[in-house]
């Protein structure tokens, strides 16, 4: 278990912004020992306690749109890498192919390629639309019209 945490840390990256508490992941490296011990320690022992995340609004785009992202700590985030590490084998194989929420090596804009490709190659007699009020689904509304820019598509 030891050296899965010393590795899971390795995999974060060091020159990233730091932790909402200040602390940097070198600054974490410095004393790494101790500090993965006692972490390792209080998440087996059940008495880690995740500390909040800080809410931070940032510029999405051109003009006045933001969006929301949480910072945790540093620590935390060695411990949502290690736990994520231990769940994406297990799950990983379960999803399905056109599956691309939230999965390593995957992203919107591949999932939306794959549904223009889809839409343009194979006969498709229905398309579900969901308007919501979150501006993500707005933009991926629009992006998704993009597909349709270069040539028409009918029935």
Excluded at 64 to 79: N, S, W, Y
């Amino acid at each position: 278990m030891w050296k899965f945490f010393t590795g899971t840390y390795g995999r974060l990256k060091k020159d990233r912004a730091p932790g909402y508490d200040g602390q940097t992941v070198r600054d974490y490296g410095n004393d790494l020992d101790r500090r993965l011990t006692d972490l390792l320690t209080r998440v087996k022992g059940g008495s880690y306690c995740a500390p909040p995340v800080k809410r931070v609004r940032i510029p999405k785009g051109e003009g006045k749109a933001t969006r929301p992202i949480g910072i945790p700590t540093t620590e935390d985030k060695v411990l949502q890498r290690a736990v994520a590490m231990l769940l994406e084998p297990i799950y990983e194989e379960q999803f399905f192919d056109f599956s691309y929420g939230f999965r390593p090596g995957r992203s919107a804009h591949q999932a939306l390629q794959r549904i223009c490709k889809q839409i343009m190659d194979e006969p498709i007699q229905w398309i579900v639309e969901v308007v919501s009020a979150s501006s993500s689904i707005r933009s991926i509304t629009t992006d998704f019209g993009k597909c349709f820019a270069s040539g028409s598509q009918t029935e």
